[in-house]
């Protein structure tokens, strides 16, 4: 499968895609896909301890952004419609999305989500998009176009 990427959001997908390690966010851990849905990676020392996942890294998505808005208030919420984006104090849902998966904050409003413009053949036909955190406001970035095509787009978003 070109360009696939395992999913470590809710533990390793065990298909015998590529599971690779990963370093903490400040480089001191190494961490491992865990068989578990919680907690989905497993860190341990550079020469093998266990060790308890270090605090910034608890918010990290699959890609390794912070899923914490930049004001500290708020979490993206998992892939699968509707998402959701929950109060980091209080665990309550702040907004709903009708889009497919949340990416990564743009500001402490807004979010760039992967999603469809209109009406939506299937979930392989979908954009990047600007949404409001109450999923009311839905800025276009780019086209639509269908992911499993060869030639076909490959979103790439880079920490600013």
Known sequence: MRGREPDFSGGPSNDASRQDLG???DGSLIWEPSALRQPSRVYRTPDGRPHDAPAEDRCLGRHRWSRLSPDGTRLLGEPGLPTRITDVRTGDVVGRQRVLQLLAWADDDTV?????????????????????????GMTPLTGTGDSRKEGAPEWVLTPR
């Open 23 to 25: 370093w903490s966010a």
């Open 112 to 136: 760039v989500a992967l999603g469809c413009r209109g009406a939506c053949p299937n979930e392989f036909d979908a954009g990047l998009l600007l949404v409001s955190v109450d999923g009311t």
